[in-house]
């Protein structure tokens, strides 16, 4: 069992809806949690990190975090086409083992269709 | 600012050669760590270094070895390149250890025939 999962996708979205992606993790220690989008070619680039259980909103993305179920999610609003990326879900730990490392789910597809 | 470079952007290179991957940043920051990234995988940890001076494996660590001489340079070498090594290859870096936002380089297609 891979310990961070994520629907590979692809999610197809309307332009303007709401995207909503899921991610599950396995370590209950795990104590920080974060989104990066990825372009087709290009590197990682962080949307956001949430740490506490609840929502946390910045502009169009909301991150929702459950640590009792286990998982974290990403809301994005208004979704446009320049959102269409893969988005990867990574989660840091805290045991000594895993200490300043980020688990990273393998990623879900998004594709927002005009 | 640069943040991080990785150098080569891509490289094709016959089975049992060697190679190092250079990576470079400019933000001071303490930890650094090489990844690479599959089609269906994900990003999987190779090694890691919390500061300059100390190494450490991640999740994939045969066949690759690193060095942290320096807090800007953070080299990965493959002493015996094979196949399956074939990937893309991104070196990231976070400001401390304690699972702190971890910012990429562009990234190394790597080519093992």
């Known amino acids: 069992q891979k310990e961070v999962e994520q629907n590979s996708g692809p999610l197809s979205v309307p332009e303007g809806a709401i995207a909503s992606l899921n991610c599950t993790y396995s370590d209950r220690g795990s104590q920080s949690f974060f989104w990066y989008r990825q372009y087709s070619g290009k590197s990682p680039e962080l949307i956001m990190f949430?740490?506490?259980?609840g929502d946390k909103e910045d502009g169009r993305f909301t991150a929702q975090l459950n640590k009792a179920s286990q998982y974290v999610s990403l809301l994005i609003r208004d979704s446009q086409p320049s959102d269409s990326a893969t988005y990867l879900c990574?989660?840091?730990?805290?045991?000594?083992?895993?200490?300043?490392?980020?688990?990273f789910g393998a990623g879900t597809q998004v594709v927002v269709t005009p | 600012t640069a943040g991080i470079t990785q150098a080569p952007t891509s490289q094709i290179l016959a089975a049992g050669r060697s190679m190092t991957l250079r990576c470079t940043q400019d933000?001071?920051?303490?930890?650094m760590y090489w990844y690479r990234q599959d089609l269906g995988l994900g990003l999987r940890l190779i090694h890691y270094?919390?500061?300059?001076?100390?190494?450490g494996k991640g999740e994939v660590p045969d066949g690759y070895s690193v060095s942290r001489a320096n807090t800007d340079d953070f080299p990965l070498t493959l002493a015996s390149a094979v196949p399956s090594q074939t990937s893309v290859y991104f070196c990231?870096?976070?400001?401390?250890?304690?699972?702190?936002?971890?910012?990429f380089g562009p990234g190394t297609r790597l080519t093992v025939l």
């Open positions: 949430i740490y506490s259980n």
């Open positions: 990231a870096s976070s400001e401390g250890t304690s699972s702190d936002t971890q910012y």
């Open positions: 933000m001071r920051h303490n930890a």
């Open positions: 990574a989660v840091g730990g805290m045991t000594t083992d895993s200490w300043g490392k980020l688990q």
């Open positions: 270094s919390n500061t300059a001076g100390t190494t």
